[in-house]
């Protein structure tokens, strides 16, 4: 074993420990709860180890750096996950690779995802990205009283299947530094999606600092960079 592999699979038997006893603790099932490792900043040789390891979920956050990224890894059987800000421009490269858009938060960004879903044949799985803070701010995010109406947008756009809500802690307004109250209302939130939209069950939030937090609330997916890989590189 090489040590780099070494490394990621101490590292994932860290985070493992750590969902199943939140899981534990929350009296959830293990399997209620998914991994995705965000691979951004990190080579594509990480990514085939992390494979080799059993994961099976990446994300990613810049198109320039996932593309070819993805296209190195193609061979490899992985859902793929854009979980950044997502321009109109990049829209047509991230419908070529990504699965799951995890940070949809506007209506010209549907109708764009739209045209490039069914211009490439495929069925892109949308997440409604939350802001939780007063205003949307640079994380980006709807309002929650904007969800409705993108979520009824999603449902009614070709090759677009409305899969949930994501949500990253917020650093400002009344939940900034109250993880475990955000992401509880995140899950209200989601409660009443699921009322009018049942298959919209997917629900991504935490990280690699608050984890147990999602967990707890009842998050399905958490997405988990820093504790899997190690501390990023600075971007150049």
Same mark, same amino acid.
């Not at 009283?145 to 999603?154: K, P, R, T, Y």
């Given at each position: ?7 990621? $699979? ?20 293990? %399997? %209620? ?24 979920? /990446? ?58 879903? /069914?211009?490439?044949?495929? %069925? ?17 995010? /709807? $309002? ?58 997917? /629900? ?11 967990? $707890? ?20």
């Amino acid at each position: 074993m090489t040590d780099r592999k070494a490394e990621l $699979a101490a590292n994932l038997a860290r985070v493992e420990e750590r969902i199943v006893s939140s899981c534990a603790a929350a009296g959830r099932k293990r %399997e %209620e709860v998914t991994l995705i490792v965000v691979t951004k900043t990190y080579p594509a040789s990480d990514v085939r180890i992390l494979r080799e390891l059993g994961v099976r979920h /990446v994300a990613e956050n810049r198109d320039q750096d996932a593309a070819p990224k993805a296209a190195a890894c193609r061979d490899l059987s992985l859902t793929w996950h854009f979980v950044g800000q997502l321009q109109t421009n990049k829209v047509r490269s991230v419908a070529s690779y990504a699965d799951v858009v995890q940070s949809v938060d506007r209506a010209k960004l549907v109708t764009a995802l739209s045209a490039a879903a /069914v211009r490439g044949e495929r %069925e892109l799985g949308c997440l409604i990205q939350v802001a939780l803070d007063a205003e949307s701010g640079e994380r980006g995010g /709807v $309002a929650p009283d904007g969800i409705e109406e993108l979520a009824a947008a999603i449902d009614a756009a070709d090759g677009l299947r409305l899969d949930g809500l994501m949500t990253v802690a917020p650093l400002a307004g009344e939940y900034a530094g109250r993880q475990r109250a955000a992401f509880d209302r995140l899950m209200e939130i989601s409660s009443r999606l699921r009322a009018g939209h049942p298959t919209a069950n997917m /629900v991504s939030a935490g990280m690699s600092g608050d984890l147990e937090d999602a967990v $707890a609330a009842g998050a399905t997916h958490v997405r988990v960079g820093t504790a899997v890989l190690g501390v990023r590189p600075r971007l150049g």
